[in-house]
């Protein structure tokens, strides 16, 4: 038997012991395949100079899952900030509700976009790991 072959094996007979008899203390990610998905929550961060106690948690606008990594082109003043280009999933958000993404490992960006519009592109980069959930929120970036 090949070592690949013996390693299905082993995880198949480790993912039917777990079922037949419920042991919980299996690490989820000896179950799973590398391409497991995972879950990605949070909201986007009021857009906000002076912080106001009163004020909700979380903005209203669209969160966008974007595939890749934030780059910078230009040199100094004249640069300008590159987002990715690959969408691969939007939310809508409504006043301190929150976002949920189900999505594969990878590098992504987290953008947001306010309702209404405003002048500045919030954005956060995330590195997501198989199995693993994470709660991320896009942050203020108008201080």
Known sequence: MTRRLARQVA?????????????SNVPSYAL???DAKSYVTGGIDLCSGIPNPDAPRYAAGTATVLRGHVSWQG??????????????????????GSFWFTLLPGD?????????????IQWTD??????VDMRVDIPNMCI
């Open 11 to 23: 995880l198949l007979l480790t993912g039917v012991a777990v079922v037949a008899f419920g042991f």
């Open 126 to 131: 995330i590195t997501v790991r198989a199995g």
């Open 32 to 34: 799973s395949p590398r």
């Open 108 to 120: 992504y960006v987290l953008a947001a976009d306010y309702s209404p519009a405003a002048e500045v």
């Open 75 to 96: 040199a100094g003043s004249e640069g300008k900030l590159i987002l990715p280009t690959a969408v691969v999933a939007r939310a809508r958000v409504v006043t301190d």
